[in-house]
């Protein structure tokens, strides 16, 4: 809610002399240019119809809808601002009336008034470029918005403003309202709401019971707002502004305590200077910081974040400002932390946002604010957004898909009141990506399957197909790497294959693999893809026989089952299975004994549904040993056993990478 630079975050400027000495005004200029806003703009609405020259009626509907922009009102302003346009075209002016139109969520529209612009006045053109991309955005924003949910808490707004809920350990909400009730009868002349007070609803069931002033020992005559208390919730630090005497006040923060039966006496706390606005403190959740916002004329343009040690007696030490990541030359303000003061939230209208003040969010690293990220659409409007705070911070259960919820201030549009409390709900969103690196194995010697591996190669340009209800391919790039997206709570099957390459299949899953600390989840699976060596056998390891016999024992299936998933994954290539023995024994029997051996591999990969024409049976008996151990010679056992294997060849090959229908 606009109501002045200052009292949008909770801050009273007086501009030299008290506003209870404001004189009154009897025409829309005067009330306008005293900031009587809502008064300025039915004064000048009514002094129009007596206008007879086009130039009184372009400065006062100027005025009208300025006076309405101030009072935020978007709607209202927009429809001043084309009624200004259409009497006098005004570079300046137009510039404005786009800002509106992207305040009142019109960002289709508003990027075309931009666009125009930018074309026919190049002073305008490096800010309309700049809004023109917030607005494309800002609609992306918009349409993936489903992850989030705001909701008016009615029950507690009015139909003034009601701002900046803190959730006290009972559930209640205490927070800030310039309610008709309010104490005292100063009234803001730009907006004629009285002053805010402190106000707490109490949680009755699942609802809120009508809002009550929160304690007559803090609320005055003048300001009270933005408060915050420390985790037992009986030190409660405030914002107020105004006192009694003729003086030229400045807002500052106040501390109070409760001893069981009364608050005490609040106390101004020493930061920075007296000359300047000092407020929205909140408490670090270890009562260790203090959080708050200035215009301290020391920061970096408008009013600046800053943090200050609170001390084991509750004196504070020197404060600090947040930083450049945080602050900037406009205006940052309404500091709030979460529960383990790792995530800094505050509002800016000087970062890329909606329109009007957005909520940001920012990571500490080393004491250090960075990292910031707009909180988006619902979170964020096209109006001003601000003061957020967490209740809950993951999810309760495993079924739970609520990830954070709490409440925020808003003056969007269709509210209650000028500035209305509202809960929100950040859903556990998401969104699953997988990487598959395809790689290969590097000899010392590349044509050499047995020689020493010295490593993994990438595979560029290998194919991966991703099997689900449907199926996608695509090709590795240069760094043996291809993505895709994956839905939620899905089984998927990962094939990758490349010519020169026996084919290889793996699994994943999404299904409980939900994150409550990321929106996306990324699952890297690597594939190691074997390279066919036509000239070479590969030994088959676990392969037993009986005692001068062709049949296979049981403790040899398990090693042969894996060259089922080989055959079905490769389903066009071709294997040699040869069966060598060693030396002892006359030439043919062996040969004889081995052919059988090597038949019998056969007979079992056909029994497990291998075709026929894919298998050979080979045996080479003694023509292929491995060492000296000929006949006649006198070897180990273990240099005998040396000779006896059983190996695969792939001798035919025609690897397919047409994507599947």
């Not at 919730?233 to 006192?243: A, H, K, L, M």
């Not at 909180?375 to 957020?388: E, T």
């Not at 291809?482 to 709570?489: G, M, N, Q």
């Not at 290889?504 to 990321?518: I, L, V």
């Amino acid at each position: 809610m606009v109501k002045n630079i200052f009292i949008l975050f909770g801050f009273l400027t007086f501009l030299g002399t008290s506003c209870r000495t404001a004189k009154e005004t009897t025409d829309g200029k005067t009330a306008y240019e005293s900031k009587q806003y809502i008064f300025a703009a039915e004064l000048l609405q009514k002094e129009i119809s007596a206008l007879k020259t086009t130039e009184e009626k372009v400065e006062k509907t100027l005025l009208i809808a300025r006076a309405y922009k101030n009072s935020n009102q978007p709607a209202e302003a927009v429809k001043w601002y084309e009624k200004n346009i259409a009497l006098k075209e005004n570079p300046d002016v137009i510039f404005e009336y786009a800002l509106e139109l992207k305040r009142n969520e019109d960002y289709k529209k508003a990027a075309i008034v931009f666009e125009k612009l930018m074309a026919e006045d190049v002073d305008f053109a490096a800010e309309c470029r700049r809004n023109i991309e917030i607005c494309k955005l800002a609609e992306v924003w918009m349409a993936e918005s489903k992850s989030a949910k705001t909701v008016n808490l009615e029950a507690i707004n009015s139909a003034q403003s009601d701002y900046a809920a803190f959730k006290l350990k009972d559930g209640s909400l205490v927070f800030t309202s310039d309610k008709t009730e309010a104490t005292g009868d100063i009234k803001y002349k730009w907006t004629n709401e009285k002053y805010g007070d402190l106000y707490i609803a109490k949680k009755n069931g699942a609802a809120y019971a009508s809002p009550m002033p929160f304690d007559a020992t803090l609320n005055t005559n003048y300001y009270e707002g933005a408060a915050c208390f420390n985790k037992e919730n009986n030190v409660i630090y405030f914002t107020r502004c105004g006192s009694d005497g003729p003086k030229s006040d400045f807002c500052a923060i106040f501390k109070s305590s409760w001893d069981g039966a009364n608050w005490s006496i609040p106390e101004v706390q020493p930061l920075l200077s007296d000359t300047c606005n000092v407020g929205q403190p909140f408490l670090s959740r270890d009562g260790k910081t203090l959080f708050f916002t200035s215009d301290f004329i020391g920061g970096f343009g408008g009013r600046d974040i800053y943090f200050v040690a609170v001390n084991a007696d509750g004196t504070l030490s020197e404060p600090s400002n947040a930083g450049t990541a945080v602050n900037t030359e406009q205006d940052e303000m309404f500091p709030t932390l979460d529960e383990n003061n790792n995530i800094l939230y505050f509002s800016s209208n000087g970062l890329t946002g909606l329109g009007g003040l957005d909520i940001f969010k920012a990571s500490k690293e080393k004491n250090i604010w960075k990292n910031v990220e707009n909180m988006k659409y619902p979170i964020n409007s096209g109006a001003d957004d601000f003061y957020l705070i967490l209740d809950k911070t993951k999810p309760s259960n495993d079924q739970d898909t609520v990830l954070k919820s709490g409440y925020l201030t808003s003056a969007r549009k269709n509210g209650k009141g000028m500035d209305d409390i509202y809960s929100y709900q950040l859903f556990l969103q998401n969104n699953f990506v997988l990487v598959v690196r395809v790689v290969t194995k590097t000899y010392a010697n590349p044509e050499d399957p047995k020689s020493d591996i010295i490593g993994k190669a990438i595979l560029k340009d290998a194919k991966v197909e991703l099997t689900s209800n449907k199926t996608l391919a695509q090709l590795t790039d240069a760094n043996g790497i291809t993505k895709f997206d994956l839905d939620k709570e899905m089984d998927y099957i990962i094939d990758a294959s490349k010519p020169g390459y026996l084919k290889k299949s793996t699994t994943t899953t999404t299904k409980n693999r939900r994150d409550a600390n990321r929106t996306e989840v990324v699952i890297n699976v690597e594939i190691e893809l074997e390279k066919i060596f036509t000239s070479q056998d590969i030994e088959i390891s676990n392969i037993y026989y009986g005692l001068d016999s062709t049949q296979l024992r049981p403790e040899s299936y398990p090693a042969l089952d894996t060259l089922l998933a080989l055959f079905r994954e490769n389903p066009d290539i071709t294997i040699e299975i040869g069966s060598h023995t060693d030396s002892r024994g006359s030439d043919a029997h062996n040969l004889k004994l081995s052919q059988g051996r090597a038949q019998s591999v056969i007979d079992y990969l056909i029994s497990k549904g291998i075709a026929a024409e894919r298998l050979i049976a080979k045996g080479y008996g003694e023509t292929k040993l491995l060492n000296n151990c000929g006949n006649n010679v006198k070897c180990t056992e273990e240099e005998h056993q040396r000779n006896r294997r059983t190996t695969f060849r792939v001798i035919s090959q025609n690897v397919n990478i047409e994507s599947k229908e």
